[in-house]
T-cell receptor, first 112, second 116 residues
């Protein structure tokens, strides 16, 4: 079945640094979603991407839909302590439809 | 506030108890989902309801019983659970259109369940 891989699994950065993480798949996705989850809370949608090559920003966050449709990238600029959490990528299973596939997440820690 | 609410937020139950988790979405969506999230494991899809009909049961044990009385409400009935069922249970909703995918999924805050 479809699987999403995320890298890195975890990262520790200094406050103020920029962050890059990615999500890859062996199959094509027509939508890429990026979520952030704070401890003990549900994932919150950050950015949704619907078109290959699309670059979308949400404040300090920028995400890109890879040209091959098999990957996506999330960048965070000038990180702050509240960026701490787990970042998940996701996409509809089998291209279209009601089920979603989630990556295992990238755990971000921001050191003051 | 994502438009999806869950109650209770925390639940402790014994293995012989019966309890129910409730989810309500205020987004006008037509599909609702239950996920299980255990420590250090990816999100596990449990059930999917589309237009109030269950369309997915991801090999979930029968001690978990979903109910979707309408497109805005989703329940997860729990009975005779095991300690390994302790996890964060997340509800989500989406609008399934069947056309070129513009679908996104919105999550509730989750219910943290501890089975003793």
């Amino acid at each position: 079945g479809q699987q999403l891989n995320q890298s890195p699994q975890s990262m520790f950065i200094q406050e103020g640094e920029d962050v890059s993480m990615n999500c890859t798949s062996s199959s094509i996705f027509n939508t890429w979603l990026w979520y952030k989850q704070d401890p003990g809370e549900g994932p919150v949608l950050l950015i949704a991407l619907y078109k290959a090559g699309e670059l979308t920003s949400n404040g300090r966050l920028t995400a890109q839909f890879g040209i091959t449709r098999k990957d996506s990238f999330l960048n965070i600029s000038a990180s702050i302590p509240s960026d701490v959490g787990i970042y998940f990528c996701a996409g509809p299973s089998e291209g279209y439809g009601q089920n979603f596939v989630f990556g295992p997440g990238t755990r971000l820690s921001v050191l003051p | 506030e994502t438009g999806v609410t869950q109650t209770p937020r925390h639940l402790v139950m014994g293995m012989t108890n019966k309890k129910s988790l409730k989810c309500e979405q205020h987004l006008g969506h037509n599909a609702m989902y239950w996920y299980k999230q255990s420590a250090k494991k990816p999100l596990e899809l449990m059930f999917v309801y589309n237009f109030k009909e269950q369309t997915e049961n991801n090999s979930v044990p029968s001690r978990f019983s979903p109910e979707c009385p309408n497109s805005s409400h989703l329940f997860l009935h729990l009975h005779t659970l095991q300690p390994e069922d302790s996890a964060l249970y997340l509800c989500a909703s989406s609008q399934v259109s069947g056309r070129a995918s513009r679908e996104t999924q919105y999550f509730g805050p989750g219910t943290r369940l501890l089975v003793l």
